[in-house]
C-alpha cells in the first residue's frame, strides 16, 4: 500500500467498481498511463534523486529529503490531472490526479513547519474521498470499497506507527488532507 502503487490501484478499482462507457482499449491506454506517470517516473526520479545523493534512502525519511520529491510529483500529478480533465471520458480520473495534487501542496506546506504528514494515509485518504464522491456523482453505493479502503487505513496507520515513522497527529493529517482535498475538487471543479 505505498503511495505510488496507490493511484493505480484506485483507477483499477474504479473500472471495477463505478459505472461508466470507458471501451477497454482506453481502460487499459489510462492504466499504463497512471502506473507509469505515477510509479515508473517517480521511481526514476528517486533513483536520480539517490544517485546525486540528494536523498540517503528511498525512504525519503527526513523532511528535508521529501522536498524536492514532493515538489516532483505535485508537478507530476497536476499535469497528469490537466491532461484527464480535458477529456470528457477521464473527467474523474482528472478530479482525482487535481485532488491529489492539492494534499501534496498541503503536505508540503506542513513541511516548512517542521511536520512530516503521511503520504501514506494521504494517498489513503485521497481514495476514500475519490470513492464518496464517485458513489454521489453516479448515484451508487460504494459502501463496500469504501469499508475496506477505510479498514485498510487503520492497518496501514497502526503500522506506520508501530514502525515510528509518524506521529499520531502527522496521520491524522494525512488521511483529513486525503479526504478534504478531494471533497474540496470535487465541488469545485
Known sequence: MHPIVLPTIGVILYFLMIPHSIKNEQRFFIIGFVFT?????????????????????????????????????????TVLGNILLRTAVFRDFGMLFYGTSFGLILVYLFSIFKIK???????????????????????TSLTPILLILILFSGFLASSRLHLKAHTPKEIYLGFFFGIITQTAVYYLL
Open 37 to 77: 506517470t505515477t510509479y515508473l517516473v517517480p521511481l526514476g526520479i528517486l533513483i536520480v534523486l539517490k544517485g546525486l545523493k540528494l536523498i540517503h534512502s528511498f525512504k525519503v525519511k527526513t523532511i528535508k529529503e521529501r522536498k524536492i520529491p514532493l515538489f516532483l510529483m505535485i508537478f507530476l500529478f
Open 117 to 139: 504528514v503521511s503520504l501514506h494515509l494521504l494517498s489513503m485518504g485521497s481514495m476514500v474521498g475519490f470513492f464518496i464522491m464517485m458513489g454521489m456523482e453516479y448515484m
